[in-house]
């Protein structure tokens, strides 16, 4: 018989920080307070750019190159364009709803801006990225690169909403997004009347980010626009209650990868050894080039 996850911790959303000049976004994990990367298994790290309006500019916005070996990155628009550029070959603009899914691997160099069309005129900005972390045996997997459509998804209608299905799988419904370990990874747009049930085995960590409007976890508590709400392994189940139109809640949860976690920057290896051997190749030139 399953039981309701508790809601372990309830986050509000920390200081924000600029990385690069483009992305203004509240680090909710690791540190700054937030859970541990082993809490939060198989998912390393948590940056969200909560809604903000950009004036027009001439100046590129962004994150210019940089490295990254061990794990993947995803990154979700909700708001304005966001382009990407890597040292594989691959490049892309993804818009409203659309997913970049990189996984790194044994070493990629990539950039991460805001579209030039987009910076010119200016508008509403708004997204996530996510931190995936590899087993072990992948790390060294050759990079590659994953661009989901919005159209793409797997799509579970509510009462009046719809869970829009990145990654894994509900009630019998798949997403499109390949992963190394098994990973849930949806969006539910709700509206005021809609409630969603479902169940993950205890030991899978859950989490839900409030993105838009607000919800009511577990019958209980609250998850007001722009907090971050994990849940306990001590039950299988979760409900999210709408009592709001225009709600948006991302749901994360998935395996944990029971293996030791080394990282150092843009690197997340399983030893010390692995990190520094890391550096060494990239700056001997292994993970490739990228202007």
């Given amino acids: 018989m399953t039981k309701l996850r508790s809601l372990e911790r309830l986050l509000p959303p920390p200081n924000p920080h600029w990385v690069g000049n483009g992305f203004n976004v509240h680090h909710f994990f690791p540190g700054n307070g937030g859970p541990s990367q082993e809490r939060m298994s198989p998912f390393l790290m948590l940056d969200y750019n909560s809604l903000a309006d950009l004036p027009p500019s001439d100046l590129p916005r962004g994150v210019d190159v940089h490295p990254h070996r061990g794990f993947e ?7 304005g364009l966001i382009a990407h550029h890597d040292s594989a070959g691959n490049s892309g603009v993804i818009g409203e709803g659309d997913v970049q899914w990189m996984t790194a691997g044994a070493g990629v160099l990539h950039k991460e801006y805001h579209d030039l069309d987009f910076t010119r005129r200016g508008g509403p900005f708004q997204m996530v990225q996510l931190w995936v972390n590899l087993p072990a045996a992948h790390k060294m997997h050759a990079p590659h690169y994953q661009e989901i459509r919005s159209a793409s998804m797997g799509r579970l209608d509510l009462k009046s909403g719809y869970v829009e299905i990145i990654a894994g799988s509900c009630s019998g419904i798949s997403g499109p997004a390949a992963t190394f370990s098994p990973v849930h990874l949806y969006n539910l747009h709700m509206e005021a009347g809609d409630c969603f049930e479902l ?24 998850l007001p626009q722009d907090h971050f709400a994990l849940l306990g392994n001590d039950g299988d189940d979760i409900l999210v209650e709408c009592k709001v139109p225009n709600t948006t809640i991302l749901l994360m949860a998935g395996e944990p990868i029971d293996e030791p976690i080394s990282s150092h920057g843009p690197f997340v290896m399983n030893t010390h050894g692995e990190i520094l051997q890391a550096f060494e190749d990239f700056r001997s030139g292994k993970f490739g080039t990228l202007r």
């Fill in 73 to 79: 990155t995803v990154t979700i628009s909700y708001k």
């Fill in 199 to 222: 169940t993950f085995p205890q030991h899978y960590n859950a989490s839900m980010l409030a993105i838009s409007g607000k919800a009511v976890l577990q019958g209980v508590r609250e």
